[in-house]
């Protein structure tokens, strides 16, 4: 087990944004976990890597309690954060970006091969090496900052909405390489996404968040089979019933 | 060379000395402002702890004044971390004016307290080279402004050449563009910037040891704060070449305003200058073209 999250349960001032969450991922997983806005997605990564305290709860990383510890801590014990909005250096050069990444590594020679293993899953940073992270696109921020975070030598590569912002085709290639860097490294991922239909595609384990709780979670193959998620997040439900005529009541949801 | 063109070479050379002291003090702040959005008011009093310990260094211990520069630099250079890692860094997260009223209340406590450990009396100390000059096309310079000049220059090469190439230089703007990406890759955010103190600290020494020269060892350099900020809003806000340039404009102006206009406007000539940046191009000369960046 590489990271278990026990009853978790987080404030924002008078505001539980989340409470009583379980998770967990194993070496080499995709979990991707879903939900719609506010259900605590985010409220949830960042306090698995040390942005936000949580309130009560334990996490369990590599069998290591991680949560009172600082987010540069939690790095360095190889539990990285690709932040939602990527949050690159925009007037570093996308090198200096890469080489923040690896900031608390002393293992030169590996951080070599990193960089070059990240330059050859993304070679458009490597077109881009000089250029200032500011002036890249969307979705090139976004490649520099999964680089970034793999660069610091991750176990566990926790993406926050990888998607946000970006055309359907590139969230696509940026899954199909998040997937090739886990087949390629066994690194274990936890992805934060809204976009249910591709991260269930490329995910293992998939756990679904309402109103700050796990509501479900099982396989992603299953999951993807489920009525209630069907209608909710991959647009297999309809308005009209069964009957043919327009659904006038709401169908309480069981997630079963 | 005509008498007039020799007095303008003159107070040329006094003014960009003077400047480039007034830049190394911009400079200082411009990066503890941008490392941790604190204005820090208190940084001609660390420049007036820094100048009379120098004092006290040379002219009561009779140390070599390379031997004082270096020690008043470390001491300012710890003194200044140790004020960020035990105060200021306290009220981080807090609203701007919180940081401006601690750095003030900072400064007058350093303040008193350099009066009450070396007294209110002005003092002076000799450098090695003081009351020497050197004869350029027959304008005499006094030595100790092209010393001035040399040291601001080398120390500025330095600062860039650390910010660009060492990773702990690289970290410190990394930490100062994203301060949460900075955490999230591992960097000890508040160490660095407890360290980016310690820089400003140190510079601020470098500049209080070379103005108290030109000027006396005094309390009342503090004031050289409010120049460098001037200097600031006119070079640009936030801007480390700005800070710089406004610097060097600021002493120019002074100099020039002491011999050209009438008595009393050198005092008040750099915050017209302020004022006018303020109202006609309040991003000043470097300034980002669209206010604050996030």
Not at chain 1, 168 to 184: G, K, N
């Amino acid at each position: 087990m590489l990271l278990e999250v026990r009853n978790l349960e987080t404030w924002y001032g008078p505001i539980v944004a989340m409470q009583g969450v379980n998770l967990k991922v194993d070496e080499g997983q995709i979990v991707a976990v879903l939900g719609a806005n506010g259900a605590g997605k985010t409220t949830l990564l960042n306090t698995l890597a040390g942005v936000i305290d949580p309130f009560k709860g334990q996490v369990l990383f590599r069998g290591e309690e991680t949560q009172r510890l600082d987010p540069d801590a939690i790095c360095r014990r190889g539990m990285v954060l690709v932040p939602e909005g990527r949050q690159v250096y925009p007037f570093l050069s996308v090198a200096e970006n890469l080489g923040m990444g690896a900031y608390a590594r002393r293992d030169r020679d590996n951080v070599a091969r990193d960089l070059e293993r990240v330059y050859g899953w993304f070679p458009r940073l490597r077109e881009r090496e000089r250029q200032h992270a500011g002036l890249l696109s969307g979705g090139e921020q976004q490649m520099l900052a999964i680089g970034r975070a793999f660069m610091s030598a991750p176990k566990l590569l926790m993406l926050d909405e990888p998607s946000l912002g970006l055309a359907p085709r590139l969230t696509r290639e940026i899954f199909a390489i998040v997937s090739r860097i886990r087949d390629e490294t066994g690194t274990a991922m936890l992805v934060v996404e809204q976009n249910a239909a591709v991260a269930l595609e490329h995910g293992d384990i998939g756990y679904i968040m309402e109103l700050g709780r796990v509501v479900a979670h099982d396989s992603c193959a299953a999951l993807s089979e489920k009525a209630d998620v069907r209608e909710a997040y991959l647009g297999g439900g309809s308005l009209v019933g069964e009957s043919g005529t327009a659904q006038r009541w709401k169908r309480r949801r069981t997630w079963r | 060379m005509s008498p007039e063109l020799a007095l303008f070479a003159q107070i040329t050379m006094n003014g960009i000395a003077v400047g480039a002291i007034y830049a190394l003090i911009a400079l200082g702040i411009v990066l503890i402002y941008k490392a941790t959005e604190v204005l820090n008011f208190a940084h001609g009093d660390i420049l007036v702890l820094g100048a009379f310990i120098a004092w006290a260094l040379i002219a009561l211990m009779g140390l070599p004044f390379w031997a004082a520069l270096l020690i008043v630099m470390a001491l300012m250079g710890a003194f200044a971390y140790g004020l960020d890692a035990l105060v200021i860094r306290r009220i981080a997260g807090q609203p701007q004016f919180s940081g401006v009223m601690l750095t003030i209340a900072l400064a007058f406590m350093i303040r008193g307290l350099v009066s009450m450990i070396f007294g209110p009396e002005s003092q002076s100390y000799r450098t090695p080279w003081s009351g020497q000059s050197t004869q350029v096309f027959g304008v005499s310079f006094a030595n100790i402004e092209l010393v001035i000049m040399g040291v601001v220059l080398a120390i500025t090469l330095g600062l860039w050449l650390f910010f660009r190439n060492t990773r702990l230089g690289v970290a410190m703007q990394a930490s100062s563009q994203n301060q949460l990406a900075a955490y999230l890759n591992g960097v000890q955010v508040k160490r660095v910037n407890s360290l980016v103190f310690a820089l400003g600290g140190a510079t601020a020494a470098v500049a209080g040891v070379f103005l108290a020269p030109i000027a006396l060892v005094d309390t009342a350099l503090w004031l050289v704060t409010l120049k460098a900020l001037a200097a600031i809003v006119l070079g640009g806000f936030g801007s480390i070449p700005g800070a710089i340039l406004g610097g060097l404009l600021i002493g120019l102006i002074e100099q020039y305003a002491g011999v050209y206009l009438p008595h009393g406007f050198k005092d008040i000539a750099a915050y017209l200058v302020l004022i006018g940046v303020l109202i006609l191009r309040p991003r000043g000369i470097l300034g980002e073209a669209h206010g604050r960046r996030v």
